[in-house]
C-alpha cells in the first residue's frame, strides 16, 4: 500500500507546486474565505496551508489520508457532475507517502482541534491541538524518502516560481477568497477578497487590466467573461494565458486554437496574447476526469464552443468596451 502511494505520488506530485495544488484545492472546495500559504525553500522543506475552512472531523482525519478516500463523490453518477475541485481522493494519500506531515483540523462544533502525524508506514493517532478554525495542512521534506526523484527538483527560485504560478492560477480563479503567499518566512503575495476584475489587477497588473478589453458572453449553455489583452499588449511568451473552465484551470488545445484563430489578424508575428477568461458551462458537458493532474478537458460539443469562443473574443476585439 505504501509503494502503491510512492509511485503514485510521482505522478500526481511531480513537484511541490504539485502538492501546493492539490493542497488549495481542497482548501477551496473546504469553503475557505482565507488561505494563508507558507513556504519553505522553494516548497521542498516546507509547504503549510491554512484555512479558515469547514474542516475535517477527528474521526475523518486519518481518512483524508488514505488512497482513494474521497467526501466529495459518493456514485459513479456524481463522477459526471463534478463540482467540486478534487475528487479522485489519491493526493493526500499520496503527498503523505512523499512527506513527513502534520494534518490538524477544527470544525466549528468541536471544542478544540485535533491533529495527526503522518511518515512512512505510521500514523499518528489524533491528538487535541490548538487552531481557531478550519485546517492546517503541513508537509516538510518532500521526497524524502525517494532521493531519485528529489535529484530532479530544479534549484530553490525554479520551484518557488512554480508555486507561485500554481498559486497565481488558483487566486486568479477565486477572487472571492483572501489568499497570502510567503517564502522563507518573507511575505511575496497578498490578495484581498473582491471582484474578478480586481483580482486580475492585482495579480496581473493594473498595466494589464488597463490594456485589455472586456468579455461577457451569454449563450443557453455557456458564460464567458474575463479580460482579453488588446493586441497592443500581445507578449513574446505565452506566459499570460489563462483559462478556466468552472473555475478550474486547463490548458486545452481546442481553446487555444479558438483564441488564436481570433487573434490571427491582428498580431504580429511571434506574439502571443494576453488574458484571463472564465468558462461556466454545465458540469454535464464538459469531462474533466481525463488526466490525473486535470488541466485538460473534454468537451461534449467542441464546434460549438471554438464557435462561441472565436466569436467572443473577435467581438471583443474589433469593439472595446472597457
Ligand atoms: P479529494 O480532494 O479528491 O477528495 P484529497 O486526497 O485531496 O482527495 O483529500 C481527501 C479528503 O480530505 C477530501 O475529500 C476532504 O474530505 C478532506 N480534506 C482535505 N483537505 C481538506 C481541507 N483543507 N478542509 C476540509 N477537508 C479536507
Ligand atoms: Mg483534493
Given at each position: 500500500?505504501?509503494?502503491?502511494?510512492?509511485?503514485?505520488?510521482?505522478?500526481?506530485?511531480?513537484?511541490?507546486?504539485?502538492?501546493?495544488?492539490e493542497?488549495?484545492e481542497?482548501?477551496?472546495?473546504?469553503?475557505?474565505?482565507k488561505?494563508?500559504v507558507?513556504?519553505?525553500?522553494?516548497?521542498?522543506?516546507?509547504i503549510?496551508?491554512?484555512?479558515?475552512?469547514?474542516?475535517?472531523?477527528?474521526?475523518?482525519?486519518q481518512?483524508?489520508?488514505?488512497?482513494?478516500s474521497?467526501?466529495?463523490?459518493?456514485?459513479?453518477?456524481?463522477?459526471h457532475?463534478?463540482?467540486?475541485?478534487?475528487?479522485?481522493?489519491?493526493?493526500?494519500?499520496?503527498?503523505?507517502?512523499?512527506?513527513r506531515?502534520?494534518?490538524?483540523?477544527?470544525?466549528?462544533?468541536?471544542?478544540?482541534?485535533?491533529?495527526?502525524?503522518?511518515?512512512?508506514?505510521?500514523?499518528?493517532q489524533?491528538?487535541?491541538?490548538?487552531?481557531?478554525?478550519?485546517?492546517?495542512?503541513?508537509?516538510?521534506?518532500?521526497?524524502?524518502?525517494?532521493?531519485?526523484?528529489?535529484?530532479?527538483?530544479?534549484?530553490?527560485?525554479?520551484?518557488?516560481?512554480?508555486?507561485?504560478?500554481?498559486?497565481?492560477?488558483?487566486a486568479?480563479?477565486?477572487?472571492?477568497?483572501?489568499f497570502v503567499?510567503?517564502?522563507?518566512?518573507?511575505?511575496?503575495?497578498?490578495?484581498?477578497?473582491?471582484d474578478?476584475?480586481?483580482?486580475?489587477?492585482?495579480v496581473?497588473?493594473?498595466?494589464?487590466k488597463?490594456?485589455?478589453?472586456?468579455i461577457?458572453?451569454?449563450?443557453?449553455?455557456?458564460?464567458?467573461?474575463?479580460?482579453v489583452?488588446?493586441?497592443?499588449?500581445?507578449?513574446?511568451?505565452?506566459?499570460?494565458?489563462?483559462?478556466?473552465?468552472?473555475?478550474?484551470?486547463?490548458?486545452?488545445?481546442?481553446?487555444?486554437?479558438?483564441?488564436?484563430?481570433?487573434?490571427r489578424?491582428?498580431?504580429?508575428?511571434?506574439?502571443?496574447?494576453?488574458?484571463?477568461?472564465?468558462?461556466?458551462?454545465?458540469?454535464?458537458?464538459?469531462?474533466?476526469?481525463v488526466h490525473?493532474?486535470?488541466?485538460?478537458v473534454?468537451?461534449?460539443?467542441?464546434?460549438?464552443l471554438?464557435?462561441?469562443?472565436?466569436?467572443?473574443?473577435?467581438?471583443?476585439?474589433?469593439?472595446?468596451?472597457?
Open positions: 500500500e505504501l509503494l502503491i502511494n510512492q509511485i503514485a505520488a510521482g505522478e500526481v506530485v511531480e513537484r511541490p507546486a504539485a502538492a501546493l495544488k493542497i488549495l481542497n482548501s477551496v472546495d473546504a469553503g475557505a474565505t488561505i494563508n507558507q513556504l519553505q525553500q522553494g516548497g521542498v522543506k516546507q503549510r496551508v491554512a484555512d479558515d475552512g469547514f474542516g475535517i472531523a477527528k474521526d475523518e482525519l481518512l483524508a489520508l488514505t488512497r482513494h474521497t467526501s466529495k463523490i459518493s456514485t459513479l453518477e456524481d463522477l457532475q463534478i463540482t467540486s475541485l478534487g475528487f479522485r481522493g489519491e493526493a493526500l494519500a499520496s503527498i503523505a507517502a512523499i512527506s506531515l502534520s494534518l490538524a483540523s477544527r470544525q466549528v462544533e468541536q471544542i478544540h482541534a485535533w491533529q495527526i502525524l503522518v511518515e512512512g508506514k505510521s500514523v499518528s489524533p491528538m487535541p491541538s490548538s487552531l481557531a478554525q478550519g485546517t492546517t495542512l503541513d508537509v516538510n521534506d518532500l521526497y524524502f524518502n525517494i532521493p531519485a526523484r528529489r535529484k530532479f527538483l530544479k534549484s530553490e527560485a525554479t520551484e518557488f516560481a512554480h508555486c507561485d504560478e500554481t498559486f497565481k492560477r488558483i486568479l480563479s477565486q477572487s472571492g477568497i483572501e503567499l510567503q517564502h522563507n518566512g518573507k511575505a511575496r503575495r497578498h490578495l484581498r477578497a473582491g474578478p476584475a480586481q483580482r486580475i489587477a492585482s496581473l497588473g493594473e498595466e494589464f488597463q490594456a485589455a478589453a472586456w461577457d458572453e451569454q449563450s443557453a449553455e455557456m458564460h464567458l467573461h474575463g479580460m489583452a488588446l493586441p497592443a499588449y500581445a507578449r513574446s511568451s505565452r506566459d499570460t494565458q489563462y483559462f478556466f473552465v468552472n473555475h478550474r484551470f486547463v490548458n486545452d488545445k481546442l481553446i487555444s486554437h479558438a483564441l488564436r484563430e481570433a487573434y489578424d491582428v498580431l504580429h508575428l511571434g506574439r502571443h496574447p494576453a488574458f484571463v477568461l472564465f468558462l461556466d458551462i454545465h458540469p454535464g458537458s464538459v469531462d474533466v476526469n490525473p493532474t486535470k488541466t485538460e473534454r468537451f461534449r460539443e467542441p464546434r460549438a471554438h464557435q462561441f469562443i472565436f466569436h467572443a473574443i473577435n467581438k471583443a476585439l474589433a469593439s472595446p468596451h472597457k
